[in-house]
């Protein structure tokens, strides 16, 4: 009896486990992050073609991709993206924006100080925390290669 129930567990979940195939995945997320890319090289392209200099485009270009993820999961559209694309949604600075607005969104009717003010870098948090340390380890060990007077 006891090895009945097993072998029907064991095929529950084997119907009940998603499968995936790692190469319509991989080219999934090649097509979406491709295409985010090239949505921000029109930017750059648009941007200088209208006399901005290229460090000042790549501002907008950062300013005008972040805007538009953060509308699209305002509209529940990235979300369906990131879905469909995986990590060609997830790496980019859109990405990144998601993981922003959507906890903030969410959060929003329990008020905006214990909702958005406590909740909107719930998943952003941790890789700004982790970026900043990493940045100033680093940058402490450059300085003091500086101060014993060896150069990189």
Do not use: R
């Not at 097993?6 to 790692?22: M, S």
């Not at 979406?32 to 750059?44: D, N, P």
Request: hydrophobic share 45%; aromatic share 12%.
């Amino acid at each position: 009896m006891d090895e009945h129930k097993k072998q029907e567990y064991q095929e529950y979940v084997k119907q009940v486990t998603p499968t995936h195939n790692l190469w319509l995945q991989m080219g999934k997320a090649f097509l979406v992050g491709g295409t985010i890319c090239v949505l921000g090289q029109c930017i750059l392209n648009y941007t200088q073609s209208l006399g901005l200099d290229k460090e000042t485009s790549g501002g907008w270009c950062s300013l005008i991709l972040v805007l538009l993820s953060v509308i699209l999961t305002g509209f529940n559209i990235y979300p369906s993206i990131v879905k469909w694309g995986g990590a060609g949604a997830l790496v980019p600075i859109t990405g990144f924006a998601n993981s922003v607005a959507a906890p903030a969104i969410e959060f929003k009717k329990e008020g905006q100080v214990f909702g958005v003010g406590c909740k909107i870098f719930t998943i952003a948090g941790p890789v700004i925390l982790y970026g900043i340390f990493s940045s100033w380890v680093l940058g402490l060990g450059y300085w003091l290669l500086k101060m014993l007077g060896i150069s990189l």
